[in-house]
C-alpha cells in the first residue's frame, strides 16, 4: 500500500486525543490544526531547494530557498477546511482552491456541490487535504478535477485513512503521494473508518449529532 504514515510521536500522541469519543468541538478543532501542521511538514519533505546569494549583514551569503514551484492547498469541504490554517502556517504563500463534495449517505458516492480553481495549475504542485480517506470516493474525485485543470502533481494529506480507500486511490492514481498520521483497520457497513474519528466534519464544525 502506496501511504506514507507518519510515526512521528507528536503526530501519534495528537491522534490518539482526537479519538476520545466525547471530545468537544473546540478540542478536536485544535487538535485537527496541531495535526495538519505536522502532516504538512512530512509531506513537503521532498520540497526541491536550490541555492541562491542574498546580501546578509557580513556580505554576500549563500543560502537555500524552495525551489520555483507554487502550491496550492486544496481542502475539501467541509471537513478539510479544519486542517486549512495549519497548513498555511508552513505555506504561508500557497494559493487555495476548493472543491465541495458531500458524501451520499446511502450510496456514499461524492456528490460535487462547489469548485473554485487558482490560475496556473499546470505549474502548482497541489496539495490535497481532508481528515478522512475512507472509501477514497471524494480523493479521487478531487484528484481527477484537478488533473483535468491540468495539475500534474499531487499530494493528499489525510488524518485516518482506511485500507480499501487507499487501494482505490493508489490504483486509480498511483503517482499521487499519501500522507496520514494512521492507517486504520476498515470500514464499517456504513462506510465508517473504524476506529477512526466518527464523522469530522461533524466534530470540526459543531453540528454533531448523539
Ligand atoms: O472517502 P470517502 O468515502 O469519499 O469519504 C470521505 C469524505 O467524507 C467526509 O466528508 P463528508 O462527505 O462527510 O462531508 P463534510 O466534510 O461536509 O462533513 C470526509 O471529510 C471526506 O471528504
Ligand atoms: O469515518 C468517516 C468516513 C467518512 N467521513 C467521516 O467524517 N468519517
Ligand atoms: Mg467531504
Redesign the pocket.
Known sequence: MNIHVVNHPLVQHKLGLLREGDISTMKFRQLTQELARLLAYEATRDFELEATTIDGWCGKIDIQQIKGKKVTVVP?????IGMLDGVLDLVPSAKISVVG???NEET?E?VSYFEKFVDSLDERIAIII??????????V?TIELLKRKGCKQIKAVVMVA?PE?VKVVNDAHPDVQLYAASLDSHLNEN?YIIPGLG????KI?GTKHA
Not at 76 to 80: P, S, T, V, Y
Not at 199 to 202: L, R, V
Request: proline content about 7%.
Open positions: 475539501i469541504l467541509r471537513a478539510g463534495l458531500a458524501r456514499l461524492p481532508d481528515p478522512m480517506l475512507a472509501t477514497g470516493g471524494s480523493m474525485a482506511a480507500g462506510g464523522d469530522a466534519g461533524d464544525f
